[in-house]
């Protein structure tokens, strides 16, 4: 596995990162065996960089994080996350709070000092005012986090932090059917030094190719409760496509790729195609796609010709039909 540099942090981190919010059962119940099987699967596979929040699972996936490191002698980094938990969301921040709230990461997962501390989606105008940032960064002084960075909704918002002088990384959506940081943000962040940590690589699973369209999932799986934005902002789950359309695109897509290809794969290669990416966060906590998933390090590049028509395919028919705004 190849690693990057993480913006100003420096950190190497794997091409490939594990999305941790699975670990908190978000997606369907996961036993501590699972947890730990998926943590150790990710590590053979070379992975060394783990998404987690504060809010996964009331901070079950911080704790199973934190279990399995006691027993690493190298440890891996761990990013987490602060700002929708602890009475701070939407709008209960002060600086007393934000260091509580990151203390009880660092217990859970038995550290000293955070690796990465993200600012968790807050309210754009809250992150826009730059208090919160200012925060993070006198924390940093105070040696509670080594790092601090923002997982944000909007572009606008990852090209605000990116002007932001200490900040190590924005967290952003960025897939086949989410393409506009290619154009709008990837470059500015890489001449400000600020990494890039992609999540939703595989739009919640759309991207996978092994959906349908009477797929059913639990009533704890955000891709029931949330599907259409009612716990929390619409264009997360299934990157804001509103799930019957995505299921359509994802088909009408296919036809594009190479025979015998796995889409997953392929999916996450066409981010990493893209220099300016750190490292992408493929949620799971299933053996077996986490192989797979890391296997697409290790794949070619895809040709330019296919990149333009995936991008052709996303301007003309896919844009049109995320909700939320981009
Ligand atoms: N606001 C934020 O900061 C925020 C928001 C969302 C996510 N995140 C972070 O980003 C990470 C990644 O995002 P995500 O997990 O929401 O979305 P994702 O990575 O696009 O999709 C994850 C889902 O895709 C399916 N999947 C993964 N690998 C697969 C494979 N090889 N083959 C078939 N299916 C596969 C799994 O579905 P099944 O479970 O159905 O098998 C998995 O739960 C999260 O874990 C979390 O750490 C952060």
């Known amino acids: 596995m190849q690693t990057r540099t993480l913006g100003r942090s420096g950190y190497q981190v794997s091409e490939i990162g594990l999305g941790c919010w699975q670990l908190g059962n978000d997606f369907g119940e996961v036993e501590d065996a699972q947890a730990v ?57 002060s600086k007393q709070k934000v260091r509580e709230s990151l203390q009880g990461s660092a217990r859970r997962l038995g550290v000293e000092a955070l690796d990465l501390a993200q600012l968790h989606c807050v309210p754009p105008e809250v992150l826009m005012s730059g208090e919160l940032l200012g925060w993070m960064e006198e924390l940093k002084q105070e040696g509670l986090i080594r790092a601090y960075g923002a997982s944000v909704e909007m572009l606008d918002e990852a ?72 716990a929390f902002h619409v264009g997360e789950t299934f990157n804001g496509l509103p799930y019957q359309k995505g299921i359509e695109l994802v088909e009408d897509m296919r036809s594009l790729l190479p025979k015998d290809t796995d889409m997953a794969q392929l999916a996450l290669r ?57």
């Open 270 to 326: 066409w981010i990493l195609d893209h220099p300016q990416v750190s490292t992408v966060i493929a949620g799971s906590a299933k053996a077996g796609q986490i192989r797979n998933n890391a296997g697409a390090a290790a794949l070619e590049p895809l040709t330019d010709r296919l990149h333009g028509q995936l991008n052709a395919f996303y301007v003309e028919k896919v844009r049109q039909h995320i909700r939320g705004g981009i």
């Open 37 to 93: 099987q998926a943590l150790e699967t990710a590590l053979e596979m070379g992975i060394n960089f783990f998404d987690t929040a504060d809010v996964y699972g009331g901070g079950l996936s911080e704790e199973r994080i934190g279990r399995w490191l006691k027993n690493l002698s190298a440890k891996p980094l761990v990013a987490t996350k602060v700002g929708r938990g602890s009475g701070l969301f939407p709008d209960g921040y």
């Open 159 to 230: 090209l605000f932090c990116c002007d932001y002088p200490g900040l190590t990384s924005v967290q952003i959506i960025f897939n086949l059917l989410r393409q506009d940081a290619a154009d709008r943000l990837l470059q500015k962040a890489a001449d400000n030094q600020v990494g890039v940590i992609v999540r939703l690589p595989l739009a919640s699973g759309l991207l996978s190719g092994r959906m349908h369209k009477d797929q059913q999932f639990s009533d704890q799986d955000h891709r029931s409760y949330n599907r259409d934005g009612q």
